[in-house]
Every structure is written in structure tokens, then in C-alpha cells.
T-cell receptor, first 112, second 116 residues
Framework: QQQVKQSPQSLIVQKGGISIINCAYE??????FPWYQQFPGKGPALLIA?????SEKKEGRFTISFNKSAKQFSLHIMDSQPGDSATYFC???????????FGTGTRLQVTL | KAGVTQTPRYLIKTRGQQVTLSCSPI?????VSWYQQTPGQGLQFLFE???????NKGNFPGRFSGRQFSNSRSEMNVSTLELGDSALYLC???????????????FGAGSRLTVL
């Protein structure tokens, strides 16, 4: 059972534009929602994370928006740069942060 | 500060064989988790070890097993390999895990297993 649905599967954004990736979850017990960035040949790296008691969290050019009632959260990358080209995964967990349920990933390409 | 180290990085096995993958966590990290990454199924949780004990387990058959040593290093083993076991196996460590969001998972670069 897929518990975290992620869209789009791929995304092409021009340099300086805004990249938006969306995720929806089913399990209302989830209480930790991180986003990971993965470059080819590397393991995923934590980008930013949020808890459901906060509707938005911003770190530099990266912002998570969280809608608890809709069971949705999204990642916004402002002023997207070619170096942001990577695969992004949303995830969710409850109880134990080590047991993450991941979305299917979004391959982002930022063009010049 | 050294990151999570996984060995070997690449390996090729044939069906029916077994394989052991190794993971050295960040110094001071006591929790080690394993994930399988495939194009079809994405990232899936295998199991987590903390203080040499399996604390959580994903939905994988018993052919997948692991263990953790007193120095927090961990190994995972896959027996009777199947073609579908071809994947990138990722290890992640954290300080202690347990409380949601309290500990950041740091992933290694993975061990890419190809089963022929």
C-alpha cells in the first residue's frame, strides 16, 4: 500500500523559476515529514523537514508548506538553480524517525 | 567528520548466492537503518538496529537479515539471491532514532547489487 503519493514524476524549470513538488499521505499517525535530495551516485541527503503543528517552514530557498486537513505537503524551491537538478523525495514517519515511508521521487531539471 | 561508509560499493552475484553488505555509521551514532532503492519500488525500509537489537522491520522476506555490532557497525545479509534483489542498498545512521523528527538520518552512498 503506497502511503505517500508524490507528484510530478519529473519537472523541468528554468533557472530562476520556482519548482513545486507535491506529496499526499494517508496515514494520519504520521508526525514527521522530511524532504530528501539525491544526486546520481549519492545517497539521499536531508533538505528540510516539518512537523504537523507548523504550516510552513523556510530554510533559504527551500520552503515546506503543510496542510494537515488535506493531508498534503509540498516543497517549493525558489530561484531554482542548475545545481538544484536532482531527484527529490518526500517522506513521512511516526513514532520512529528511522522508519521512513518515501514518495516515489521527482526528477528535477533546472535549465539555463 | 566522516560520513556513513558502505562497502562494497558495487558487487555482482548470481541467483542463489548470498551477499553481505557492511555499514559503518557516523561516529557516535547508535541507530543504523537499511533501505532498498529500486526504480520500480523506490525507497523501501528494510530494518533498523539500535544497541545491537532490531528495533523496526519492514515488509521484506526472511531472506533479508541484519545485525549490529557493539561498535554500532552493521551488516545486512541477503540469502538465496533472486533477480529482483538487484538494487541499491542504502544504510543510514542517526544518533538514536526513536523519537520522530528528533534525529536526522544521514545516508551512505549505498552498495549497488546486481544479481545475474
Amino acid at each position: 500500500q503506497q502511503q505517500v503519493k508524490q507528484s510530478p514524476q519529473s519537472l523541468i524549470v528554468q533557472k530562476g523559476g520556482i519548482s513545486i513538488i507535491n506529496c499526499a499521505y494517508e496515514n494520519t499517525a504520521f508526525d514527521y515529514f522530511p524532504w530528501y535530495q539525491q544526486f546520481p551516485g549519492k545517497g539521499p541527503a536531508l533538505l528540510i523537514a516539518i512537523r504537523p503543528d507548523v504550516s510552513e517552514k523556510k530554510e533559504g530557498r527551500f520552503t515546506i508548506s503543510f496542510n494537515k486537513s488535506a493531508k498534503q505537503f509540498s516543497l517549493h524551491i525558489m530561484d531554482s538553480q542548475p545545481g538544484d537538478s536532482a531527484t527529490y523525495f518526500c517522506a513521512a514517519s511516526w513514532g520512529a524517525a528511522s522508519k521512513l515511508t518515501f514518495g516515489t521521487g521527482t526528477r528535477l531539471q533546472v535549465t539555463l | 567528520k566522516a560520513g556513513v561508509t558502505q562497502t562494497p560499493r558495487y558487487l555482482i552475484k548470481t541467483r542463489g548466492q548470498q551477499v553481505t553488505l557492511s555499514c559503518s555509521p557516523i561516529s557516535g551514532h547508535r541507530s543504523v537503518s537499511w533501505y532498498q532503492q529500486t526504480p520500480g519500488q523506490g525507497l523501501q525500509f528494510l530494518f533498523e538496529y539500535f544497541s545491537e537489537t532490531q528495533r523496526n522491520k519492514g515488509n521484506f522476506p526472511g531472506r533479508f537479515s541484519g545485525r549490529q555490532f557493539s561498535n554500532s557497525r552493521s551488516e545486512m545479509n541477503v540469502s538465496t539471491l533472486e533477480l529482483g534483489d538487484s538494487a541499491l542498498y542504502l544504510c543510514a545512521s542517526s544518533l538514536s532514532g526513536g523519537s520522530a523528527g528528533a534525529n536526522v538520518l544521514t545516508f551512505g552512498a549505498g552498495s549497488r547489487l546486481t544479481v545475474l
